[in-house]
């Protein structure tokens, strides 16, 4: 794909990426961001350096995550070296290191500390346009920066990120990014989020599906009127090339449940189906299963559903980790969350729906998934669902040309 922009971020500041890519390419503005625009089958880093060399401005989301990553130090470089125009949107007050301060003594930058987001990336698309018109920017007033070791955060680069994963929610732009085949390298991140007064949940429309991929999520089973309004999951996965091992506790069950069994709908706010994988009954302990796959996998993703406190006393989502298997059991990528708590004393008025996905660093195939999910605080039962919450697991199987 042609573009003009190459947006360089820490993967811990991928929300924040994905919302100024959104927001320039709804503005006619052609952009490159890992992990979405990494071809399948090809070398990241060869990925990264084309990108670079064939677009004409860089655009650092610049934080206290990008200030110490080997990797943004490294784009950087070849953008220099390449001669972009670099653009600084800094949304942390911290200090540049001492490496990026070499390479970036007088690039433009906007700072984008404080709220609305929209005033900022407004300015940005404005200055991207300017340059790529052969124009010069003009910069602002920059606000002094306070004496402090690099790696520091600033109040209000809190706030502006806030402000950024709320907009995310109400526009359903992390939509825009959950393309199967990202690399593992690029873990999602997720923080209570203050969305806009009365917006509803994002209910984007189900993306169209490849010859190999396999969606696995089952709307149309009903969980609605069954007792708990849970069903086994078994069958239906059974239909799709899936068996369930290694199921721990060994009285556990994994079953597809409606969000009205969810508290009523009370906590979780889906945005592709109503019913939802997760495993029951397992005394909240720390528990575990696998997903077998009859067919091996290219890739995987998954959606962890947006979570809501209806009442004061907040809404917490077990710590989990998934591990994609070789056939012999072998680690080849993992993703996790730790304790998730939203509580409204404390600002939170929802978690937005982040989407995973897992693939082989050497594109090994994937034979199978791992769920591992802890619900305890201090080694005592503390989060209101027993397991992770699955909405809607994709899978890109191996083709014959791909073997």
């Not at 610049?62 to 470089?77: D, I, M, Y």
């Not at 978690?351 to 034979?367: K, M």
Request: proline content about 8%; some cysteine; aromatic content about 6%.
């Amino acid at each position: 794909m042609a573009h003009d922009v190459f947006i360089s971020h820490s993967t811990k500041d991928k929300v924040v990426s994905d919302a100024v890519c959104a927001a320039l390419e709804n503005g006619g503005i052609r952009c490159w961001v890992a992990p979405r625009d990494v071809q399948a089958g090809r070398s990241f880093a060869g990925e990264i350096t084309r990108a670079i060399q064939e677009s004409k401005i860089m655009v650092l989301i610049f934080s206290a995550h990008s200030n110490n990553s080997e990797q943004v130090l490294r784009e950087v470089q070849l953008a220099v070296s390449s001669h972009l125009h670099i653009i600084q949107f800094r949304i942390e007050d911290v200090l540049l290191n001492d490496d990026l301060k070499y390479f970036l003594s007088t690039p433009h930058w906007l700072d984008a500390l404080t709220p609305p987001l929209e005033n900022h990336l407004r300015r940005l698309e404005t200055s991207i346009k300017t340059l790529l018109d052969g124009g010069t920017v003009e910069r602002a007033a920059r606000a002094p920066v306070p004496v402090a070791q690099a790696g520091g955060r600033s109040r209000g680069g809190v706030q502006w990120i806030w402000g950024v994963l709320g907009a995310l929610v109400v526009g359903g732009l992390v939509w825009q990014f959950a393309r199967v085949g990202n690399r593992p390298e690029a873990a999602a991140v997720s923080a209570p989020v203050p969305p806009a007064a009365a917006a509803e949940p994002a209910m984007p429309p189900t993306p169209a599906t490849a010859a190999n991929e396999v969606v696995v999520e089952f709307p149309e089973v009903d969980t609605g009127t069954t007792p708990g309004h849970t069903v086994a999951a078994l069958p239906y996965l059974h239909r799709l090339g899936i068996s369930v091992t290694d199921i721990q506790p060994a009285e556990s069950e994994i079953v597809l449940i409606n969000n009205r069994g969810l508290y009523q709908g009370a906590a979780v706010a889906p945005t592709t189906s109503q019913n939802l994988i997760t495993q029951v009954n397992t005394g909240n302990v720390p528990a575990s299963f696998t997903l077998k796959f009859a067919e091996p996998a290219r890739s995987a993703s998954f959606t962890r559903p947006a979570l809501y406190p209806a009442t004061e006393s907040g809404i917490t989502h077990p710590a989990w980790s998934v591990h994609a298997l070789d056939a012999e059991g072998n680690e080849l990528s993992s993703q996790s969350e730790g304790l998730t708590r939203c509580w409204p004393p404390a600002g939170c008025k929802e978690v937005p729906a982040v989407v995973y996905a897992l693939r082989a660093p050497a594109f090994e195939p994937i034979a199978a998934l791992r769920f591992d999910s802890d619900p305890r605080l201090d080694g005592k039962p503390f989060a209101a669902f027993s397991a992770i919450m699955i909405e809607r697991l994709t899978l890109v199987r191996e083709t014959k040309e791909s073997r």
